[in-house]
């Protein structure tokens, strides 16, 4: 396994980390309960739905990855903040590479 497949499962398992962290702290505040638990599997998926963009964009190797994730994590509570970083996720890498190829011509 190379570095790069290592530091992207690693990335995957943290988002999955601070999702199931959310998770248990929902499920522990609203007294852990059976009914809780359907509410602390909202909260997870939630917290995954929220944190999307910057999984796409590790997954894509985006070359602004940081950008990304400070992007989505500060500003993704508003619609706005978070189709913006989807946006910046889904954003071919190729084309910034021939960006650069043309303007040294």
């Given at each position: ?18 999702a199931g962290i959310a998770a248990l ?20 998926i939630a917290a995954v739905i929220y ?10 190797h985006a070359p602004n990855t940081a ?39």
């Open positions: 396994m190379n570095a790069r497949k290592l530091a992207d499962r690693i990335a995957i398992a943290a988002v999955c980390a601070l702290a929902a499920f522990a505040a609203l007294g852990g309960t059976a009914d809780d638990i359907r509410s602390a599997i909202v909260v997870f944190l999307a963009p910057s999984i796409v964009a590790r997954q894509r950008s990304v994730a400070v992007v989505n994590v500060f500003l993704g509570w508003t619609v706005i903040g978070w189709a913006v970083a989807l946006a910046m996720a889904y954003r071919d890498p190729k084309l910034r590479e021939d960006d650069r190829k043309q303007d040294h011509r």
